[in-house]
């Protein structure tokens, strides 16, 4: 299976799938399959970093923060939803080499949005259940290293985020690389790129085939005060990004400048 830099393109919510992927410690979405009206759940994070479960109820379950990469991640996760269709109910699924074949784009009812709901732990692991002692430890455990996270509703794919004592937004953005590197450079260079007072655009990080801006902001600045200002920020973006003028000499060097405050996570 070839690598596939940007897997998730053409997916609605491309943005959303990379965020769960990567970044966010607990949320869930439902997709629905080609052809049927049968649904399944999408899954951040599941026990074990297992790669999908068969529910009791005969849901299935399928989750994105695994330690398997065979190259094309929809690939991958496409392989996962057949396999558990043929799992027993109650069961985890084992996953194997996928190998050649269809891909999330094709196996997946692409009218249906992708809407995400961030998960304040993982309770929703054991929902319907009666958990084992086991259980209710491991949950506490993994309770302990979640990281508060909020999903802005003003713009999409944009995640607030607390990481110890530091507050930060870490947004999905779809635009071709270059051009969004451009863009933010010329934002940077007109003092224009900030979301609000102390809240400072810090870096980037590059994953899936698209760059994820990040800001760093105040410990008192919480995912409601920056709708407003993430909002207009995407409008200034939206304008910047239609301008194709060469870049100048001064746009050049803070264009250098983001470039360098870049971090490739595959």
Not at 53 to 82: C, K, M, Y
Not at 123 to 146: R, Y
Request: glycine residues 10%; charged residues 25%.
């Amino acid at each position: 299976m070839p690598f596939v830099a940007r897997t998730f393109e053409g997916l609605p919510g491309e943005c959303d799938w990379i965020a769960m992927r990567e970044m966010v410690p607990s949320a869930t979405a439902g997709v629905t399959l080609k052809g049927s009206d049968r649904v399944v759940r999408i899954c951040s994070l599941l026990p074990g970093a297992s790669a999908g479960i068969a529910r009791p109820d005969g849901e299935i379950w399928v989750g994105l923060q695994t330690n398997h990469n065979f190259g094309d991640v929809s690939r991958d996760l496409a392989h996962v939803i057949e396999l558990g269709l043929g799992t027993e109910p109650g069961n985890p699924i084992q996953m194997t080499d996928p190998g050649v074949g269809p891909r999330l784009q094709d196996v997946l009812d692409l009218a249906v949005p992708f809407e995400v709901t961030v998960e304040d732990g993982f309770d929703f692991w054991v929902e319907g259940t009666d958990p084992s002692s086991e259980a209710a430890a491991m949950l506490d455990s993994a309770h302990e290293s979640i990281n508060p996270t909020v999903r802005l509703s003003s713009v999409e794919a944009a995640y607030w985020t607390e990481i110890g004592e530091r507050r930060f937004l870490r947004w999905v953005m779809p635009h071709d690389e270059d051009a969004l590197l451009n863009a933010l450079a010329r934002l940077r260079h007109r003092d224009d790129d900030a979301l609000g007072v102390g809240v400072r655009l810090i870096g980037s990080f590059r994953t899936h085939g698209l760059l994820v801006p990040v800001w760093e902001m105040p410990a008192d600045t919480d995912a409601a005060g920056l709708e407003k200002p993430a909002a207009a920020f995407g409008k200034r973006l939206a304008e910047t990004l239609a301008d194709k003028a060469p870049l100048t000499s001064e746009e050049r060097s803070a264009r250098n400048g983001l470039a360098n405050r870049q971090l490739t996570i595959r």
